[in-house]
């Protein structure tokens, strides 16, 4: 067999097995593969991103820091219910842990995953802040799922429309969790309300999926009953236009001479404070060892 065979090969088995999320589930891929053509839809043209002077792609650690308050939600709520005095909470996708500090207590040790090492260091900041005990791991999920430990609660904010294969990161959520595992995801992806600004300054349209809808779909499909509740919460806003012009001229591909441009932009069209989201969550099937 050809090497290209052999790869092409290896790839189908690695899709057909990430399929295989609980034991007797029926292999399907249509929704998996929805959700992945409608997060793909949100590339952006050569050209535009030719033209950045730096990465669009930026995720603002100021934008992830743990208010002073956490405000109470059906996220908390749910996995508050699956928590005893003294559990553990994973946090996949961190930033800096409102997730996972808002549950403690009764949670009193937290465990935190993220790409970004500025993002653990707050992390483990506010842990000591919040005195409980932590430990992180750096890295995408799921490919550092095996160096992770398991816990009582897993949960992913404002995660998922960053994943496009999105089985294998389904599945590793599921296993690490021993009682539950919770989604919080905007209604709407989250730049789909820049669509206007891109209309603006680029003449581009921008797709509308893909929605909670799909990702119940995906699990549906992999035998997980899944739960959805839809909610009103704050959006969470740079802290002032000035930071705001800079991080939105930044994902328009614009250069930094036109950030004054965006900041007049944003004056004439300010950006709603409140959005609507969903809380998708499933209890687990079987335990699994920390």
């Not at 603006?200 to 009953?225: A, C, I, K, S």
């Not at 959805?228 to 930094?256: I, T």
């Amino acid at each position: 067999m050809s090497d290209a065979r052999a790869a092409t090969t290896r790839h189908r088995n690695r899709v057909r097995d990430s399929l295989l999320a609980c034991s007797g589930v029926k292999v399907v891929t249509t929704a998996a593969q929805r959700w992945l053509t409608s997060l793909d839809a949100w590339a952006l043209p050569a050209d535009i991103l030719a033209a950045a002077e730096e990465s669009p792609w930026i995720h603002p650690p100021v934008l992830f820091q743990v208010p002073e308050i956490i405000a109470s939600s059906p996220s908390h709520s749910r996995a508050r219910e699956a928590l005893r005095a003294g559990g553990t909470v994973l946090d996949v996708g961190c930033g800096g842990g409102i997730a996972a500090f808002a549950l403690t207590p009764p949670a009193t040790h937290v465990i935190g995953v993220d790409h970004q090492p500025d993002m653990l260091e707050m992390f483990r900041g506010n842990a000591a802040k919040y005195e409980v005990s932590c430990q992180t791991v750096e890295g995408f999920w799921p490919a550092v799922a095996d160096s992770t430990p398991g816990a009582d609660v897993v949960t992913a904010h404002h995660v998922v429309y960053n994943v496009g294969d999105i089985v294998p990161f389904l599945r590793a959520l599921n296993d690490h969790a021993r009682f539950r595992v919770i989604i919080e995801m905007p209604d709407r992806h989250p730049l789909a309300s820049m669509s206007e600004a891109w209309r603006h300054f680029w003449q581009l349209e921008r797709p509308d999926g893909p929605t909670p809808t799909y990702l119940l779909d995906v699990l549906e499909e992999l035998g997980v009953n899944a739960h959805r509740e839809q909610w009103s919460g704050e959006l969470r806003a740079e802290q002032n236009v000035d930071q705001a012009a800079h991080f939105m001229r930044v994902r328009l591909c614009l250069p930094r001479s036109r950030e004054s441009e965006v900041r007049d932009f944003l004056l004439a069209n300010p950006a709603p404070s409140m959005r609507e989201l969903s809380t998708i969550w499933w209890d687990v099937a079987t335990r699994v060892e920390a």
